[in-house]
Each structure stands twice: as C-alpha cells, then as structure tokens.
C-alpha cells in the first residue's frame, strides 16, 4: 500500500498563479482532509471531505478551493496564490468511524513569491 | 470549541534520560486524544491514541501517555530517550460525536536529545 500521496513535493509560485495540489489514497478511505502547518502554529485544517462529493471548510478555507469527485482523490486548488499561503500542506485520510486516527502524506512545500 | 495547548515549545533532554511532553485539552465530552511525531521533512506519523477504557495507553516506539480527566491532560512519556527521538511532537483531539469530527491540533513541542 502507497498510503496517502502527495504531489508535487515542492513548488514554488509567483503571486496571482493557480495551482493544485494532488492528495491520492489507497486505503479506501471515506474522510479527508488538508491542512497547513506553519511554524509555532501547528497544523490547521483548511477543507475536509467525508466522502465523494461532499465537502466542507475547515478553520482556514480562505483562498482555497477543493473538490472530491473519487473516494481516492482530493486536491486542493489556489485560484489566485498569495505570499501568505507560503506553507507545508499535507493530505490526510481516515476511516468514516468518528476518531479513527489520521494517515498523512509526506507533505508539499510551496513558496510564493 | 475543541482546542489544545502544548506549554512547551521546546525541549532538551540528554540521551538515556526520562521524558514527558505536556498536553492539555479543553472539550466538553470525552474526547479522543492522539500524540503524532513529526521528524524533519516528513509527515505526521501516529505514536498512540486514546479512545476509552484503560487511561494509560501504550504507542509505538517505547512511548506511552496517560489520560487524566480531571485535570483535562494527555501527557507523552518515555523512560528513556534516544537520539532517534529528535522530533517535534504534536497532541491533536478529535470531537467523539459524528464522522465529521475534525483533529486539532496543539502547536507542537520541539524535541532535541544531546548524547
């Protein structure tokens, strides 16, 4: 089993460039989430998704778009990126059952410039 | 709302020393509790989880942390650290009602162990 990936690992954007991030699991799990870690604060949840075609914000959705068209994918947009949204993203899955523990990807690293 | 407090950013230990890494939480119910390590560069990786029953739980890696209810804590021990250790360490808690509950996290506490 791959797990939870992420691609790219590392990207850097000019401000105003869209991107997205792809998030891939293969443990056929309902939940998703992203979420963004920044330094001294922790790892924030920007959108969750508790199966194909449902979405829903986190703590921090400005600027940020996904959508779940798959069980397996989940990718998060930035329509119009922001030096702001320099940051480390990582793609979490679980399984439906409130509690069960989260597995995470490896992380993308993105710079705006 | 759920939240959870990590008083210590940073923590020095020497190798073969004992460890505990503080955890407070604030929810209104019993909650379910996580400890996640973090090593430099790589993802989240879970050490132990707390659901119910049996307040002192055991993780990977020599690890294990004890849930006290009255005083809304989840402290990580180790009795004995290694250099592998060296990691930020991060305290998350989920809500127990629903499948949407959602993970959040502490700010983590930085780990660093001298030989």
């Known amino acids: 089993n791959a797990g939870v990936t992420q691609t790219p690992k590392f990207q850097v954007l000019k401000t105003g460039q869209s991107m997205t991030l792809q998030c891939a699991q293969d443990?056929?799990?309902?939940?998703m989430s992203w979420y963004r870690q920044d330094p001294g604060m922790g790892l924030r949840l920007i959108h969750y998704?508790?199966?194909?075609?449902?979405?829903d914000q986190g703590e921090v959705p400005n600027g940020y778009n996904v959508s779940r068209s798959t069980t397996e994918d989940f990718p998060l947009r930035l329509l119009s990126a922001a030096p702001s949204q320099t940051s480390v993203y990582f793609c979490?899955?679980?399984?439906?059952?409130?509690?069960?523990?989260?597995?995470f990807g490896d992380g993308t690293r993105l710079s705006i410039l | 709302a759920q939240s959870v407090t990590q008083p210590d950013i940073h923590i020095t230990v020497s190798e073969g020393a004992s460890l505990e890494l503080r955890c407070n939480y604030s929810?209104?119910?019993?909650?379910?509790l996580f400890w996640y390590v973090q090593s430099p560069g790589q993802g989240l990786q879970l050490l132990l989880k707390?659901?119910?029953?049996?307040?002192l739980v055991q993780g990977i890696k020599g690890f294990e942390a004890e849930f006290k209810r009255s005083q809304s804590s989840f402290n990580l021990r180790k009795p004995s650290v290694h250099w592998s250790d060296a990691a930020e360490y991060f305290c998350?808690?989920?809500?127990?009602?629903?499948?949407?509950?959602?993970?959040?996290f502490g700010t983590g506490t930085r780990l660093q162990v001298t030989l």
């Open positions: 998704s508790v199966g194909a075609g449902i979405t």
């Open positions: 443990m056929n799990h309902e939940y």
């Open positions: 998350a808690v989920a809500g127990s009602t629903g499948t949407a509950s959602k993970l959040t």
């Open positions: 929810y209104g119910a019993t909650p379910y």
């Open positions: 707390y659901f119910s029953g049996d307040t």
């Open positions: 979490a899955s679980r399984k439906r059952q409130g509690g069960q523990p989260q597995h």
